[in-house]
């Protein structure tokens, strides 16, 4: 996936965000490991040109991989409570299933149940997977809020196995 002044453009990010982009790698033109390495940009802004760039499939990928990697600090918190997992594993059952609507659907429901639980990391991923299986617009949206919310979990150390995960998944 190569990634340029021209495509983030293309994306119409806010003003302040681009320029801050723009006064720091005008003339940047790589790929996504060498994006995900820029030193200048926020991880917020990395998630947020990765998910916009990425297929459906493979924000549903991203999406469950951001969940499984916190997944545990919710069922340690909640070990009775597999709502998050089978969201997870719904959102999985998407990827390969030839009913999408109904993967969709359960993926969706899932997370919805999901959502009343207290932890959010788990939560807001399960729920980042099921919209991704459902909706390819909304989809970067959540997954961009899936990967900031695991992050919360252990912050640095988060936010650079997500952007590894990103990684990962553009290169199949």
Known sequence: MKISTEIIKS?????????????????FNGT???????????????????????TKEQNVKFAIKCASSVLNIFEE?????????Q?????????ISTDTAAAADAAY???YAATYA?????????????YAATYAAAAADTVYAAATYAAYANPKSQQELNLIFAVEVANG
């Open 77 to 85: 918190r909640y070990p009775k409570d597999k709502r998050p997992r």
């Open 11 to 27: 994306l119409n990010p806010c003003l302040r965000r681009f320029n801050n982009y723009v006064e720091h790698y005008s003339d």
């Open 118 to 130: 207290a932890t959010y990391a788990a939560a807001d991923a399960a729920y980042a997977a099921a």
């Open 32 to 54: 996504l490991e060498d994006f995900v390495m820029l030193e200048n940009i926020t991880y917020l802004d990395k998630i947020w040109v990765i998910t916009k760039l990425f």
């Open 87 to 95: 969201a997870l594993e719904a959102a999985e059952n998407y990827l």
């Open 109 to 111: 429901d899932a997370a």
